[in-house]
Every structure is written in C-alpha cells, then in structure tokens.
C-alpha cells in the first residue's frame, strides 16, 4: 500500500510539473526606446521566460505618446524617461492617468554637439544651437549650457525646475538657441552650430557623448541622480509579481557590466551609466 501511494505521489508530482510547463507565459508589453532601452530589455528576455513572463516591446516615434499610451492600458510598463519628465507629466494628468515609477536603472549623459562649429571656443555671436523642446530636457539642456559658459540661469534655479529660454538671464554671445522635438536634434545638427542631444537619441544616430561630444554630463554631477531613468507601470500595478521578476533580472551585476560595455554604432561606450544597486549578496566576492 505505502508503494502505492508513493507511486501516486510522484505520478502526481510529474503531472503537476507538466501541466505547469505547458503553460502558456503571461505576456508583459513594454514600451521602449530602441536604444538603448528595449536592447536592456532584450538581453533579460530569456531570464523573464524562465519566471514565466514573455516580454513584448514596442517603440513609438514620439516619446510625448508613452505615458498616455500607459495610463490607457495599451500596455503594462514603458522605459524611457525620468522623474522630472513623469513629474510633468503626472502635473498636467488627472488622477485616473496618474503613472508611478517603480525600478530606477541609468542615466545616458546629455552633450553639447558639435554641428557646423566644431569647439566651444569658435563659436561666434548668434550662434545657433538646438535644444530639446519638453520642459523637463530642456531645462537639463539649458544647465549643461550653463556648465559650458554659454549662459547664465537665475541662481535660485534647480535641475527640477522648469526652464525654458525666456529663463536666460544672461546671453553674452547673444546665441540663438531654438527648441526642436527632441527626435530630430541629431538629422538636424548639420543646420545648427551646436546642439545639445538627449543621451538615447544620440546613440541611435551614432554619437557617444565620451567620444563625440564637446562637454557632456558627468558621472558625479547632480544629473546624474536627477535624471536616472526609470521603468514606470500604472499604480496598481506598482507591486505585481511581473514588476518583482523585472527587478530581479535587470538589477543585476551581469545586466551592471552590460550596460556599462553598451556601445554605439562606431564602438564607443559611456553612453549608459547604471545607477541602480546590486544586492549585496550578489555582488559580494565569492568566500575562499
């Protein structure tokens, strides 16, 4: 009897185990950036299998469509922004659209480029230089201009406030600095004398702001903290399962060194610094 039931146990075990991998996984759709953030999220898409997820990334044109495209259910999480831009965003929403962000992974450092001046120190009064046109990037362009020597800020402003050229107060080359939908900065770069380029933007067009760029955002700088981007999903789902599994395959010291060894098209890295903690047991060397 005992080797009966044993046996009934096992036959149970074995028909549970099947009936588990014969499940189909629970879709997640997220929508990225390509680069660098749906080439991320690729590279854990078969950790996120293996906990019973299948990742489906989507990519609009137009970052200014992610949050809304979230809030009304289109999909389940995006990855592109920061806080000052969810900040924004969540400003202008009701409360029904509100967005929550949930696993803070990089930065991608902003740089000044070079278009048809090729150094900060040819540049000529009435220069023009382009800069991003939504409130949260150009404000951090406007300070990385400041960095630069280019303009003057009002002294009590902040990365997390909202600036725009009418802010200036002061101009001594008189530059002509236009706002542009952020996309198009890198096509247009040829037509200005300088632009100031978000980090995901000019990896795609082959620009790496350690190798091309004239000044660009230090790893130490306040922008650095500032500007990490985050994973965002709807309030109630700030705490699902799915969110659990991502944190524990992005948050890794493997994913760690990969983003750090990221490239651009021409071989340059340094266009995506990780910001997020690898738990300390993972990163911890092995015991002798």
């Known amino acids: 009897m005992k080797k009966l ?32 953030h749906s080439i991320i999220l690729e590279e854990i898409a078969d950790d996120m299998l293996a906990l019973g997820y299948e990742l489906e990334l989507l990519s609009f044109t137009d970052y200014s469509l992610y949050n809304m495209a979230l809030a009304e259910g289109q999909m389940d999480a995006n990855y592109f922004q920061h806080l000052p831009y969810l900040d924004a965003y ?16 990089h930065y991608e450092p902003f740089g000044i480029y070079a278009g048809k001046t090729k150094s900060l120190e040819e540049l000529k009064d009435g220069a023009i230089i382009t ?10 362009a406007l300070f990385l201009l400041q960095e630069a020597g280019l303009i003057t800020l009002p002294a009590e402003a902040t990365t997390r406030d909202m ?28 037509d200005a004398d300088l632009a100031v380029i978000n980090g995901n933007y000019a990896l795609s067009a082959g620009l790496s702001p350690t190798a091309d760029a ?10 650095a903290t500032v ?26 010291q493997e994913m760690y060194d990969f983003m750090l060894a990221l490239t651009d098209t021409a071989g340059h890295a340094g266009g995506v610094v990780p910001t997020f903690t690898v738990a300390a047991e993972e990163a911890a060397p092995a015991a002798e």
Do not use: H
């Not at 014969?22 to 660098?36: C, G, H, L, M, S």
């Not at 939908?181 to 247009?188: G, H, N, T, V």
């Not at 500007?227 to 890794?252: K, S």
């Open 90 to 105: 969540n400003a202008t929403a009701d409360e029904a659209n509100q967005l929550v962000p949930v696993i803070g992974m």
């Open 227 to 252: 500007y990490t981007n985050y994973l965002v999903v709807r309030p109630e789902d700030a705490e699902a399962e799915w969110v659990e599994a991502l944190r524990t395959c992005l948050c890794t």
């Open 163 to 190: 600036l725009t050229v009418m802010d200036i107060v002061d101009n001594p080359k008189n530059l002509d600095i236009r706002e542009m939908d952020a996309s198009q900065l890198p096509a247009s770069l040829e």
């Open 5 to 36: 039931v044993s046996l009934l146990t096992a036959l149970l075990l074995v028909l549970t185990c099947a009936s588990a991998m014969a499940e189909a996984p629970v879709k997640i759709t997220i929508a990225a950036d390509v680069a660098p």
């Open 214 to 223: 004239l000044i660009f955002e230090a790893n130490d700088s306040d922008a």
């Open 131 to 140: 800069v991003p046109n939504d409130a949260s990037n150009e404000t951090r």
